[in-house]
């Protein structure tokens, strides 16, 4: 079965350091998003990218860079880590279609110290 | 102001009971999507139903129905015969536009639903 896998799903890091944050998909789906989910907050979009080599900025993206060398990946790597990037990171990715109905990863929790 | 208003933070329904949960709209595009997402404790996001602006008639999948209403910019979310499995975070969420193929997903706060046996 198709799927969107996201790792590490746990990882502890130290202010300063460079984390990157690995988000793979089976679907063939064109589009792929990064979202961070903040008590209060709700979902909000750092990246997107609608295929090979685009790449897009979010609402939120200082400190987060994406590439895009594959339709199946969609790294996330924080340049140099904050304590106000600990959060919950969920990747998604989507078919354009009628709905556009985003499908998501299990999320990867990142606390930095 | 806010794209997606969720007013609910939280809510409680006997088992069985039906719920509404409520999610208020802006946008001043006309070609848009409604979307409802379950975040159980676990973590995952769970889609669940989608309703596009154009759609004549109020989507429904299985238990959970999306009550339209256009004029009033609502899209609030009918779980029928609740059950314990309901209970989760419950996230609205909007896309907006296709300007040079910009897809703009904005989600609400969410909702906490907790299902009383």
């Known amino acids: 079965d198709a799927e969107i896998t996201q790792s590490p799903r746990h990882k502890i890091t130290e202010t300063g350091r460079q984390v990157t944050l690995a988000c793979h998909q089976t679907?063939?789906?064109?589009?792929m998003f990064w979202y961070r989910q903040d008590l209060g907050h709700g979902l909000r979009l750092i990246h997107y990218s609608y295929g090979v080599q685009d790449t897009n900025k979010g609402e939120v993206s200082d400190g987060y860079s994406v590439s895009r060398s594959n339709t199946e990946d969609l790294p996330l790597t924080l340049e140099s880590a904050a304590s106000s990037q600990t959060s919950v990171y969920f990747c998604a990715s989507s078919e354009r279609g009628r709905t556009d109905t985003q499908y998501f990863g299990p999320g990867t929790r990142l606390t930095v110290l | 102001a806010q794209k997606i208003t969720q007013t609910q933070p939280g809510m409680f329904v006997q088992e069985k009971e039906a719920v509404t949960l409520d999610c208020t709209y802006d946008?001043?595009?006309?070609?848009?999507?409604l979307f409802w997402y379950k975040q159980p404790s676990s973590g995952e996001m769970i889609f669940l139903i989608y309703q596009g602006s154009y759609d004549q008639q109020n989507a429904t999948e299985g238990r959970y129905s999306l009550n339209f209403q256009k004029a009033r910019k609502s899209a609030n979310l009918v779980i029928s015969a609740s059950q314990l499995g309901d209970s989760a975070m419950y996230f609205c969420?909007?896309?907006?536009?296709?300007?040079?193929?910009?897809?703009?997903?904005?989600f609400g706060t969410g909702t906490k639903l907790q299902v009383i046996p």
């Open positions: 969420a909007m896309r907006e536009g296709y300007s040079g193929g910009y897809q703009k997903v904005t």
């Open positions: 946008t001043s595009d006309p070609s848009y999507g």
């Open positions: 679907w063939n789906h064109n589009n």
